[in-house]
């Protein structure tokens, strides 16, 4: 009996020194310009199934402008090709974000990382009038059109939105933030969150997703890594020298009849009861 409450601690410890789930919430990608200006042309996008948002944003670090489809626990974001070279700007280049819950929780994924060997490196995002906005986690990578990265929403940040002390340090999902920032009001659209996003990828990059969805928890199957009521699907193409976007998947909070909409000949939306998905050709 004197050994059962040591372990029962030692248990209880090491448990909370394990990072909680993490969400991905955002997922970004830079399209052909057909696609980027058809997208809000579409009535049934613009006013049924997403809450659509274009702006500029200006950071410590970088300067850009996207269009956000943005749903009750999630969003897409969209950016065109631009010459500069910088990541994002690229046709092709995408960035799955996952988002702690909860302040602090960033700090045991980092330390996870150090145990398991896993290089990151971390960005100290502030918005242009100084207001600390996130901090960002990366791992480090070879040259590659793919980015993964964990964010932090900064006390300063929440703070400036109106978030109180107590509220800060709660543990907080990206719906219970938008519903905070909508003064409690029902989200207007059809967007839930993401269910699943299918990829093409060679060995090199398979590595680099493969550390970084272990690091997240989320469990490996033969095709697809899962967690947290998100999947990651791939298929090994060993003739690509990047990675590609099958289709995104995402849930919808209503039933709709079938429907197919041409935002491009690149990208097709389809809708099926309710559920969503966007296919890249």
């Not at 009996?1 to 059962?4: E, G, P, Q």
């Not at 960033?106 to 918005?127: H, M, Y």
């Not at 272990?214 to 469990?219: T, V």
């Not at 193409?237 to 429907?259: G, R």
């Given at each position: 009996?004197?050994?059962?409450l040591?372990?029962?601690l030692?248990f209880?410890?090491?448990?909370a ?8 919430n ?15 042309l579409n ?26 489809l ?16 910088k ?18 929780e ?22 242009q ?21 964990n964010i932090e929403y900064?006390?300063q940040?929440?703070a ?12 907080m ?12 009001r029902?989200y207007?659209r059809a ?14 990059d398979?590595?680099y997703?493969?550390?970084?969805c ?6 490996k199957?033969k095709?697809a ?10 298929n ?28 491009s ?17």
């Open positions: 009996m004197k050994y059962i040591p372990l029962l030692i209880r410890l090491a448990f020194q394990q990072p909680k789930p993490t969400d991905c955002t997922i970004f990608l830079c399209v052909d310009p057909e696609t980027y200006q058809n997208i809000f009535s049934f996008i613009k006013d049924t199934l997403f809450v659509c948002r274009e702006s500029s944003t200006k950071t410590n670090i970088d300067s850009y402008q996207a269009k956000y943005i749903g009750k626990s999630a969003t897409i974001e969209l950016f065109q090709p631009q010459e500069t070279g990541f994002g700007d690229q046709l092709g280049d995408f960035g799955l974000e996952f988002k702690t819950r909860q302040i602090g960033q700090q045991k994924l980092i330390r996870l990382a150090q145990q398991k060997g896993i290089v990151l490196t971390t960005e100290n995002i502030k918005l009038d100084s207001i600390p906005w996130y901090t960002s986690v990366k791992l480090t990578k070879n040259q590659t059109n793919l980015e993964l990265s900064q006390n940040y929440l400036y939105l109106g978030f109180t002390g107590d509220q800060i340090k709660q543990e999902t990206f719906e219970d933030f938008n519903k905070k920032m909508s003064k409690g029902n207007p967007f839930s969150n993401f269910e699943s996003i299918s990829i093409r990828i060679n060995k090199k398979f590595k997703l493969e550390d970084f272990l690091l997240h928890q989320m469990k199957t095709n890594f899962k967690g947290n009521g998100f999947s990651i699907y791939y090994f193409d060993a003739q690509m020298n990047s990675v590609a976007i099958i289709n995104l998947k995402f849930k919808l909070i209503h039933t709709y009849p079938d429907k197919k909409i041409n935002l000949s690149h990208v097709v939306l389809q809708i099926h009861r309710n559920s969503g998905i966007f296919l890249f050709q």
